[in-house]
T-cell receptor, first 112, second 112 residues
Framework: EAQVTQNPRYLITVTGKKLTVTCSQN?????MSWYRQDPGLGLRQIYY???????DKGDVPEGYKVSRKEKRNFPLILESPSPNQTSLYFC???????????FGSGTRLTVV | QKEVEQDPGPLSVPEGAIVSLNCTYS??????FMWYRQYSRKGPELLMY????GNKEDGRFTAQVDKSSKYISLFIRDSQPSDSATYLC????????????FGPGTRLSVLP
């Protein structure tokens, strides 16, 4: 089944403890992206990648890191999480221009 | 002024009604226009994708883009209870269609 897989689905962590949210797609998509979704603010793009080793900042990149060493994987790294990063995170992938994104099921992160 | 504005709703309609969902935007450089549907506790799924001004139809769904007015619409004909979801508009700032900005979403309830 064609899909974007994120792990974990739920995560509670403490301020400052480094964490990684993994994202993998099995559709051989060129483009991948990370979003966070907050009530009243909608989906906001954190980072996106148009190819291996090519990443660009979205609208809210502060406090996040990404890497694209393989085509299928695009992990999101929070080096020192803070409570304002409590949110619902979505990874997404796309075949390319003129195509929309396929989204994962989401990761609900709580930072206390 | 926000780049993309969307009435958050909630919007409640009876089954069979025609639903009109709308977004306005401020950036005349936006090129790709999409509508996503998001069910509770799920990731968004792509419904419609348009590039130019005009109408695009897919089954019960029609997407309309008016670039001169910076206004896009999604019409749902013969609405069903299964259409109850949050509808998100999205627009690409870049030529590759990857740097997206989303509206906050409109929550729709179709009552049987």
């Amino acid at each position: 089944e064609a899909q974007v897989t994120q792990n974990p689905r739920y995560l509670i962590t403490v301020t400052g403890k480094k964490l990684t949210v993994t994202c993998s797609q099995n559709m051989n998509h060129e483009y991948m992206s990370w979003y966070r979704q907050d009530p009243g603010l909608g989906l906001r793009q954190i980072y996106y990648s148009m190819n291996v080793e090519v990443t660009d900042k979205g609208d809210v990149p502060e406090g996040y890191k990404v890497s694209r060493k393989e085509k299928r994987n695009f992990p999101l790294i929070l080096e020192s999480p803070s409570p304002n990063q409590t949110s619902l995170y979505f990874c997404a992938s796309s075949f390319g221009s003129y195509y929309g994104y396929t989204f994962g099921s989401g990761t609900r992160l709580t930072v206390v | 002024q926000k780049e993309v504005e969307q009435d958050p709703g909630p919007l409640s309609v009876p089954e069979g009604a025609i639903v009109s969902l709308n977004c306005t935007y401020s950036n005349s450089a936006f090129q790709y226009f999409m509508w996503y549907r998001q069910y509770s506790r799920k990731g968004p799924e792509l419904l419609m994708y348009t590039y130019s001004s005009g109408n695009k139809e897919d089954g019960r769904f029609t997407a309309q883009v008016d670039k001169s007015s910076k206004y896009i619409s999604l019409f749902i004909r013969d609405s069903q209870p299964s259409d109850s979801a949050t509808y998100l508009c999205a627009m690409a700032r870049d030529n590759y269609g990857q740097n997206f900005v989303f509206g906050p979403g409109t929550r729709l309830s179709v009552l049987p």
